[in-house]
């Protein structure tokens, strides 16, 4: 059964509408990469090292323009049940300016090589819990990167934070906009009092609210709540409760994450019974009724899970087709390369990504000893930035325009691409995709399977993609 959710438009006529397919869904729902990256993670190589990344940092500098900075700050006080993410646990306060010490250590190695006289008009604090850091931890680390690198300090600029609402006190949120940040992302999941307690998330709507309330005072703009479905204890019934109150609260941005149980990879998933979980069928209703009641409520479809009021700035964005996809998400700065800082943390030029060690201990004994501490990564061939390129415009604008394609790369898209203009077929014979002959659109029925769609462009998924990606819906 193939249901239009509700009318949606941009500005270059990519479609008019999102629309639900039961059959498609069960027929395309497989795995493949979410491509906060191409290539993938999952291609990164160990043989990638500090020199390499250098030289890739080198390149960068001679190219010039603006940088985005990105922290990872691993701490958080509570263990929720159902992360993924690379985290330390510990009540311990007093760890965190050593690790903010490292970190700076860190920016003073990186900086050079980027170049400091760069502007960094894109800053982010994740993690882990970022407000894990105290007021003077965080003003430390502002005012050591502000002597490091040039921090915009205009209205352009876009520094964001995560934030755990169980980790706000009185002056948190004053003490981030004085250190200069404008937007934020609550971590909330679910406002069931069952599913939290399964999860060890408890977050009284209550709690989320005030912290909601004090930053729209305070003057924050772009205000992300994070959800995620396929929760223990979660039904259509519950969840639509908790999107009545989420959309009560009106935030500027909503993303919708599905979870993927993998406690063989995860161990805080194990304390996660599976027969809690809701059902497969019962997952894809969460995710129906979820898509309809956003769209319903005002809110435009960015893809990938993301969710935005239309004044928002990535709805602009994807309007103007100025919308780009990097490891933070959906971003409006596609012109940044991307210097990462602290255990874990990807980096990316125009033609390389380096990543961090994984390893708390090993990245602190590589910054104690005056190193860099990259452990994996891989540089682009030309092959790969071309399809970095063409499933950027796919997830971002839903579309190729051969024009674009060919003033961009002085090349022939159907002569680059016959093989997968080809495997394009069937999905064209479904209704996910169409052949303008100027354009390759994807249409409604296409939107929600964008992953399926840019694995066809995906030189390393040639013959499907593996077990360790999740699957698309």
Same mark, same amino acid.
């Given at each position: 059964?193939?249901?239009?959710?509700?009318?949606?438009?941009?500005?270059?006529?990519?479609?008019?509408?999102?629309?639900?397919?039961?059959?498609?869904?069960?027929?395309?729902?497989?795995?493949? !990469?979410?491509?906060?990256?191409?290539?993938?993670?999952?291609?990164?190589?160990?043989?990638?090292?500090?020199?390499?990344?250098?030289?890739?940092?080198?390149?960068?500098?001679?190219?010039?323009?603006?940088?985005?900075?990105?922290?990872?700050? !691993?701490?958080?006080?509570?263990?929720?049940?159902?992360?993924?993410?690379? @985290?330390? *646990?510990?009540?311990?306060?007093?760890?965190?300016?050593?690790?903010?010490?490292?970190?700076?250590?860190?920016?003073?190695?990186?900086?050079?090589?980027?170049?400091?006289?760069?502007?960094?008009?894109?800053?982010?604090?994740?993690?882990?819990?970022?407000?894990?850091?105290?007021?003077?931890?965080?003003?430390?680390?502002?005012?050591?990167?502000?002597?490091?690198?040039?921090?915009?300090?205009?209205?352009?600029?876009?520094?964001?934070?995560? *934030?755990?609402?169980?980790?706000?006190?009185?002056?948190?949120?004053?003490?981030?906009?004085?250190?200069?940040?404008?937007?934020?992302?609550?971590?909330?999941?679910?406002?069931?009092?069952?599913?939290? @307690?399964?999860?060890?998330?408890?977050?009284?709507?209550?709690?989320?609210?005030?912290?909601?309330?004090?930053?729209?005072?305070?003057?924050?703009?772009? *205000?992300?709540?994070?959800?995620?479905?396929?929760?223990?204890?979660?039904?259509?019934?519950?969840?639509?409760?908790?999107?009545?109150?989420?959309?009560?609260?009106?935030?500027?941005?909503?993303?919708?994450?599905?979870?993927?149980?993998?406690?063989?990879?995860?161990?805080?998933?194990?304390?996660?019974?599976?027969?809690?979980?809701?059902?497969?069928?019962?997952?894809?209703?969460?995710?129906?009724?979820?898509?309809?009641?956003?769209?319903?409520?005002?809110?435009?479809?960015?893809?990938?899970?993301?969710?935005?009021?239309?004044?928002?700035?990535?709805?602009?964005?994807?309007?103007?087709?100025?919308?780009?996809?990097?490891?933070?998400?959906?971003?409006?700065?596609?012109?940044?390369?991307?210097?990462?800082?602290?255990?874990?943390?990807?980096?990316?030029?125009?033609?390389?990504?380096?990543?961090?060690?994984?390893?708390?201990?090993?990245?602190?004994?590589? %910054?104690?000893?005056?190193?860099?501490?990259?452990?994996?990564?891989?540089?682009? =061939?030309?092959?790969?930035? *071309?399809?970095?390129?063409?499933?950027?415009?796919? %997830?971002?604008?839903?579309?190729?325009?051969?024009?674009?394609?060919?003033?961009?790369?002085?090349?022939?898209?159907?002569?680059?691409?016959?093989?997968?203009? @080809?495997?394009?077929?069937?999905?064209?014979?479904?209704?996910?995709?169409?052949?303008?002959?100027?354009?390759?659109?994807?249409?409604?029925?296409?939107?929600?399977? %964008?992953?399926?769609?840019?694995?066809?462009?995906?030189?390393?998924?040639?013959?499907?993609?593996?077990?360790?990606? =999740?699957?698309?819906?």
């Amino acid at each position: 059964m193939a249901v239009e959710a509700v009318q949606w438009d941009t500005a270059t006529g990519i479609g008019e509408a999102l629309v639900w397919d039961d059959a498609l869904i069960r027929r395309y729902d497989l795995s493949g !990469p979410r491509y906060t990256s191409y290539p993938t993670a999952v291609e990164f190589q160990s043989g990638f090292g500090d020199e390499d990344m250098v030289q890739a940092a080198l390149r960068s500098r001679q190219k010039g323009g603006p940088l985005s900075l990105y922290t990872h700050l !691993p701490f958080c006080a509570h263990l929720c049940y159902y992360c993924a993410c690379n @985290k330390v *646990i510990t009540k311990r306060y007093d760890r965190a300016m050593p690790y903010v010490e490292r970190l700076l250590r860190e920016a003073e190695l990186q900086a050079p090589l980027f170049g400091p006289d760069r502007t960094v008009t894109q800053l982010h604090w994740g993690g882990g819990t970022p407000t894990f850091l105290p007021r003077d931890a965080m003003r430390h680390l502002m005012q050591g990167y502000a002597e490091r690198f040039r921090l915009a300090d205009d209205d352009q600029r876009d520094f964001s934070i995560e *934030i755990d609402p169980r980790e706000v006190a009185d002056d948190t949120l004053s003490t981030l906009r004085e250190l200069g940040f404008n937007r934020i992302s609550l971590g909330v999941q679910d406002v069931n009092p069952q599913v939290q @307690k399964a999860v060890n998330r408890i977050q009284p709507r209550a709690m989320t609210e005030a912290v909601l309330d004090e930053a729209r005072r305070l003057g924050f703009g772009s *205000i992300n709540l994070d959800l995620i479905y396929g929760l223990p204890y979660q039904t259509p019934e519950s969840f639509a409760e908790t999107l009545d109150s989420v959309i009560e609260l009106s935030p500027d941005r909503l993303s919708v994450f599905s979870y993927a149980h993998l406690p063989e990879r995860f161990y805080p998933q194990t304390r996660i019974a599976n027969d809690t979980l809701p059902t497969p069928a019962q997952k894809l209703t969460i995710l129906h009724n979820t898509i309809r009641r956003l769209l319903e409520a005002g809110y435009e479809y960015i893809g990938m899970d993301h969710f935005a009021k239309p004044d928002d700035s990535l709805a602009v964005a994807q309007r103007e087709g100025r919308l780009h996809r990097n490891f933070q998400g959906y971003t409006t700065h596609a012109e940044c390369d991307l210097v990462s800082l602290g255990v874990s943390a990807i980096g990316q030029t125009d033609d390389a990504y380096f990543q961090n060690n994984h390893d708390l201990p090993a990245w602190e004994e590589a %910054i104690d000893n005056g190193q860099l501490a990259i452990t994996r990564g891989v540089n682009l =061939s030309w092959d790969d930035q *071309i399809r970095r390129w063409v499933i950027g415009e796919l %997830i971002c604008h839903f579309g190729l325009d051969r024009d674009r394609f060919q003033q961009q790369w002085a090349l022939d898209f159907d002569h680059y691409f016959a093989d997968e203009l @080809k495997r394009l077929q069937p999905m064209m014979r479904d209704g996910l995709v169409a052949d303008t002959g100027t354009s390759v659109l994807v249409l409604p029925a296409g939107r929600l399977l %964008i992953r399926a769609i840019c694995q066809l462009f995906d030189r390393y998924r040639k013959e499907g993609a593996s077990q360790r990606f =999740s699957r698309i819906i």
